[in-house]
């Protein structure tokens, strides 16, 4: 009975992604910011129902395969959780791969942001700003905070290509790599109908409410995101988050200025608005960009002109205006992560109600304020340097 009423939904999915298809002309047309409907209520219900918890859920004996499989799982995974490069690659490398994991791209491109993010750290401009502790404490936050996310989703996405490699469903393992419950169904769903929106904003939703532990600890709350410069920086447009993508001759962003970082429904609907404007707006050109030109850390990768990699302190033939923006390798070194496994942070099916849609904007082309960002920075920086 069950099966026939998920059916039946599969069905509902399906008719009502070809009348989006047929309404995306008209959209484009006439609605520049428009809200992306992902799912009838009727299946994020029939979802919630899949999620509840039951005592008497069965106990899953594992077989030698099964434990097979979760070695090689949890062996790729740790090693490609290295560091920013590494993982940024292993999201690529995975997409070229299965390119219905739409979310595999996204996680791509924002993991090039937090690289950037990284380096800036060591860069001319914030290493100027920041002291030395605090330099150090922002690494490891941003470290920890794009380790741990790895950690949980890369393990995910290799369980769902030993799932498409043996054409049997393996999603039961989940809650042996301590993935939340929130994502079961989820998977289960997206194996049978490849309902790539699904997954993607899913994953969005599940690494925002993972990382949430580590946003509230009041090391990072006191040191970092209630400081002063933390929140000057974020009211200014500083924290943006940058898709660079080929147009013409030339290389521009698009993306978002995230500017309530702690609050992690916000953070939600920033990925969501994101994987609208790259997956919507963008895709063949950022994946023109990314394809071509290897992530190494620098900003540099995307803007050459404005960017170098070699310091002016140490390398007098770098002139202004050149801003210096090290390779990861140049900045920092390896760590290694401590990766706690949590409670489960999925505890109401109100947070199914964020399926349902997604937002793409209509002035998604950051360039221009990026540039005036950059200026309003060097300006922040001599303005220091005047003052001591």
Do not use: C
């Not at 609907?269 to 620098?298: C, D, M, N, V, W």
């Amino acid at each position: 009975m069950f099966t026939d009423f998920i059916n039946w939904i599969d069905e509902e999915i399906m008719e009502a992604k070809a009348k989006w298809k047929k309404a995306q002309v008209f959209l484009k047309i006439f609605m520049r910011e428009k809200y992306v409907k992902l799912f009838l209520l009727l299946v994020v219900e029939a979802l919630s129902k899949l999620m509840v918890k039951t005592p008497s859920e069965k106990i899953v004996f594992l077989g030698d395969k099964e434990i097979d499989i979760l070695r090689r799982i949890r062996e790729e995974t740790d090693s490609l959780n290295l560091n920013n490069i590494t993982r940024t690659r292993a999201y690529l490398d995975f997409y070229l791969e299965n390119e219905e994991i739409h979310w595999s791209f996204l996680a791509h491109m924002v993991s090039r942001n937090g690289g950037w993010n990284m380096t800036d750290l060591k860069g001319s401009i914030l290493r100027e700003l920041l002291s030395t502790n605090k330099v150090q404490l922002f690494f490891e936050f941003l470290e920890q905070a794009n380790a741990e996310i790895f950690h949980d989703a890369y393990a995910q996405l290799l369980l769902y290509r030993y799932s498409k490699q043996s054409g049997r469903n393996f999603f039961y393992l989940l809650p042996h790599l301590s993935v939340s419950t929130f994502m079961k169904p989820i998977w289960k769903h997206f194996f049978k109908t490849k309902q790539s929106s699904l997954i993607t904003v899913a994953l969005i939703i599940n690494e925002q409410h993972l990382i949430q532990r580590l946003i509230d600890h009041p090391t990072y709350q006191k040191e970092l995101l209630n400081t002063i410069l933390f929140k000057a920086q974020a009211r200014l447009g500083f924290t943006n988050v940058l898709f660079p993508y080929r147009n013409a001759h030339r290389i521009e962003v698009a993306g978002v200025t995230v500017q309530n970082f702690e609050n992690v429904n916000y953070r939600i609907s920033i990925g969501k608005t994101l994987y609208g404007i790259l997956f919507h707006e963008i895709l063949a050109a950022a994946r023109s960009f990314a394809f071509q030109k290897p992530h190494t850390g620098s900003r540099a990768d995307f803007w050459p002109d404005i960017f170098t990699k070699k310091d002016s302190k140490i390398n007098e033939s770098v002139q202004h205006p050149f801003i210096f923006s090290p390779t990861l390798k140049q900045a920092w070194p390896n760590i290694q992560h401590k990766i706690q496994i949590q409670k489960d942070w999925y505890t109401s099916p109100k947070v199914l109600n964020q399926l349902t849609e997604y937002y793409i904007p209509a002035a998604y082309n950051l360039t221009t304020n990026y540039k005036n960002d950059l200026k309003s920075l060097v300006l922040m920086n001599e303005l220091k340097n005047m003052l001591n």
